[in-house]
């Protein structure tokens, strides 16, 4: 399975973007999702999670109220809408997807994880 993540880019801080994440290859599978972020000399950090079902989510408390994750099966994409985008929201943001048998799980850890997208770079300036 292959992850392709888009839609990063330079705005200004109380702007929104919107990522996607798609997947190809055995999209057959079902799939749960999560988002990570990480800057330079920090660790990879969550920032959200949904179940392959796609009602039950999770968010870091940082992004909590700003951020939505959501995920259209058909398409083995997945979203992040992010709002009210603030200086401290700036980094790499990666998508991630996990075999699940469980409509209702979603995963908060990046080493639940088997596959990874490469990355789209996300800046807010002030």
């Known amino acids: 399975v292959q992850l392709q993540a888009s839609g990063g880019g330079l705005v200004q801080a109380g702007d929104s973007l919107r990522l996607s994440c798609t997947a190809s290859?055995?999209?057959?599978?079902?799939?749960?999702w999560g988002w990570f972020r990480q800057t330079p000399g920090k660790e990879r950090e969550v920032v959200a999670a949904i179940s392959w079902g796609g009602l039950d989510t999770r968010y870091a408390d940082a992004v909590k109220g700003r951020f939505t994750i959501s995920g259209d099966r058909a398409k083995n994409t997945v979203f992040l809408q992010m709002n009210s985008l603030k200086p401290e929201d700036t980094a790499i943001y990666y998508c991630?997807?996990?075999?699940?048998?469980?409509?209702?799980?979603?995963?908060?850890?990046?080493?639940?994880?088997?596959?990874w997208g490469q990355g789209t770079l996300v800046t807010v300036s002030s």
């Open positions: 991630a997807a996990k075999v699940s048998d469980y409509s209702g799980t979603y995963y908060f850890t990046g080493t639940d994880y088997s596959y």
């Open positions: 290859g055995r999209t057959f599978r079902k799939y749960a």
